[in-house]
């Protein structure tokens, strides 16, 4: 669809975004790779959202550079840009109907024979027979389909999609991610995604970049910052984790040693960011195990005690939060494999976890376990609802 040749990587170098004395986007610079699937995760406030209006073109950066390929678009009108934008409330022209919406860039363009090229794009987006329905016939779904389709058509070099998900259920969202998903690879566009949704920018995209406060905390494949996540923020934005707060003693056979509430724990050296001084020790809920009183931790794996307080069945696995003798809760999420009993809410238990599956974060001098796990988010990695 996009000529690979005319096209190019979208850069955007120490961009910074100013609203008055309140910074949106802070000296970000960041590449997206041409034909990826890119994510900008983050709440609302972190900027993700202004800095794919500074990529279209509807505002404009304070300072910095924004590039397509070769070319500076900077300063570039957002019609001037080959760039098109869906966003979350899917702006279709209600008295127009479908096939007239899809038309519209193209009757723009002074293109006379559009009926094939509209009849390529309903196909890829499954809705061959609806060209004549108006998008108050359509549901939610169907209307998002239909402004992607319209975006399409224009041949961008780069899609930008603003929360185009948000406005569906649960049900119908995880329908339309795998589809966007399926619509990007084939036609091997561009695509920057932005969303609040953990889930759906792991599922979707290539690349996911971590924002807070107009910075990005970090960038990389959905596993990998899942996994071995940089801060702490990002350990509890992404899914959720058991954060221990420690000191960290220095490494020693290949492992980095921590001392937290007065129990010692080893952490492979590459699963370290921080190696000396005031630490967190992190650890994900479905990673650890759980078993009565103190029997049968498997050899090798680390451990804490606690008693049961709450637990939540939800489907695919069940939830407990573990009190622990420093006051603080774990959450553990067992999967409901049919191979243990559930335990019950007030058992005295044992948290155990292999130390290759822990990592070790820096944290800021003076600052607490931030152990404080929620079980009702079932926008959370892990979480099934």
């Not at 041949?155 to 049900?171: F, R």
């Not at 339309?176 to 998903?181: A, F, R, V």
Request: proline share 6%.
């Amino acid at each position: 669809m996009t000529n690979p040749s005319e096209a190019g990587d979208l850069r955007l170098s120490h961009v910074t975004k100013r609203f008055g004395p309140f910074t949106a986007v802070d000296d970000l610079s960041l590449t997206v790779p041409q034909g990826s699937f890119f994510a900008l995760l983050g709440a609302s406030g972190c900027g993700k959202t202004t800095t794919l209006r500074m990529v279209a073109g509807l505002e404009e950066p304070t300072t910095g550079e924004v590039r397509l390929g070769d070319r500076d678009i900077t300063r570039l009108r957002p019609y001037q840009r080959p760039v098109n934008t869906v966003f979350q409330s899917y702006a279709l022209f209600p008295h127009l109907d479908v096939f007239e919406n899809v038309a519209f860039g193209l009757r723009r363009r002074k293109i006379r024979e559009v009926r094939s090229q509209v009849e390529r794009m309903l196909a890829l987006v499954q809705l061959d027979g609806f060209t004549k329905r108006r998008p108050a016939e359509l549901s939610g779904g169907q209307q998002q389909r239909v402004a992607l389709a319209r975006a399409l058509i224009n041949h961008p070099q780069v899609l930008l999609l603003d929360e185009p998900l948000g406005a569906l259920d649960l049900k119908l969202r995880r329908q339309m991610q795998i589809e966007l998903k399926r619509i990007q690879t084939e036609v091997g566009i561009t695509f920057v995604h932005v969303t609040h949704d953990q889930e759906e920018a792991m599922t979707m995209a290539d690349t996911v970049a971590v924002m807070s406060a107009g910075k990005i905390e970090q960038l990389g494949r959905p596993a990998e910052i899942y996994e071995y996540p940089a801060t702490a923020f990002v350990a509890n934005f992404l899914g959720q984790s058991n954060l221990l707060a420690g000191e960290a003693a220095g490494q020693s056979g290949g492992d980095v040693l921590v001392s937290a509430y007065d129990q010692r724990f080893a952490v492979p050296a590459p699963r370290a960011r921080a190696d000396r001084g005031e630490v967190f020790l992190g650890v994900r809920p479905e990673k650890l195990g759980l078993v009565a009183g103190e029997a049968d931790v498997p050899a090798g794996h680390q451990s804490v005690r606690g008693v049961i307080t709450d637990s939540s069945y939800v489907g695919v696995s069940t939830q407990y939060l573990v009190r622990t003798g420093w006051g603080t809760e774990l959450a553990v999420f067992a999967p409901n494999s049919g191979a243990a009993a559930p335990l019950a809410v007030g058992s005295e238990v044992t948290a155990h976890w292999s130390p290759e599956h822990a990592f070790v974060l820096h944290r800021e001098p003076g600052e607490g376990d931030r152990t404080t796990p929620v079980l009702d988010t079932p926008d959370a990695v892990g979480v099934v609802s």
